[in-house]
């Protein structure tokens, strides 16, 4: 049992490129969501997904989009990388908004 | 704005000592609370949630969290604190947006510093 399984584990970009950053988790949650881990600032959400489907924005969507054509899979796109984007992004999902989320280990994504 | 603060960036607590980590909530309605842990290089980890009953909530590694609704606290303990307890910890509180999805919104984090 995988689990939540992101990809890459670490990515450097130069600004402008864009790329994917893969989830996929194989416990048939419903629930996805990314987000981001910057210092002294939390985890903060980008996106969210309820099922296949369905996503809506999180508290800093700007500058990504999601989309979430099957259950196991939450790839997480970045249009233009901008040297903002630098941070650590997780994956989680859950079978249940009141059930406690499974984290993915998460991507370290640095912006040159 | 419905949001969870936690007021304390870290906290030092000897080994053997207990420890408590600091949570306080704004939500409408009833708060469903949960508390991750982190440890270096590594996801979070789901320590315990509150959904409703008693105000006294067990979880995982000795860990528990006492919900108090007239402070809208959710205070994370443990009776004695582990240097292996020293990792990053998260309180984190549902709320539901007017499309009626939930989601998880997450405080900044308190870092928990256990001395021998």
């Known amino acids: 049992n995988a689990g939540v399984t992101q990809t890459p584990k670490f990515q450097v970009l130069k600004t402008g490129q864009s790329m994917t950053l893969q989830c996929a988790q194989d416990?048939?949650?419903?629930?996805m969501s990314w987000y981001r881990q910057d210092p002294g600032m939390g985890l903060r959400l980008i996106h969210y997904s309820v099922g296949a489907g369905i996503t809506d924005q999180g508290e800093v969507p700007n500058g990504y989009n999601v989309s979430r054509s099957t259950t196991e899979d939450f790839p997480l796109r970045l249009l233009s990388a901008a040297p903002s984007q630098t941070s650590v992004y997780f994956c989680?999902?859950?079978?249940?908004?009141?059930?406690?989320?499974?984290f993915g280990s998460g991507t370290r994504l640095t912006v040159v | 704005a419905q949001s969870v603060a936690q007021p304390e960036d870290q906290v030092n607590v000897a080994e053997g000592n207990p420890l408590t980590v600091k949570c306080t909530y704004s939500?409408?309605?009833?708060?469903?609370l949960f508390w991750y842990v982190q440890y270096p290089n590594r996801g979070l980890q789901f320590l315990l949630k509150y959904i409703t009953g008693d105000n006294l909530v067990k979880g995982s590694y000795g860990f528990e969290a006492e919900f108090n609704k007239s402070q809208t606290s959710f205070h994370l303990k443990k009776p004695s604190a582990l240097v292996s307890d020293s990792a990053l910890y998260f309180c984190a509180v549902r709320v539901s947006n007017s499309g009626g999805y939930n989601k998880l919104i997450f405080g900044a984090g308190t870092r928990l510093a256990v001395h021998p």
């Open positions: 989680a999902s859950s079978s249940d908004p009141v059930g406690g989320y499974t």
């Open positions: 939500v409408s309605g009833n708060p469903y």
């Open positions: 416990m048939n949650h419903e629930y």
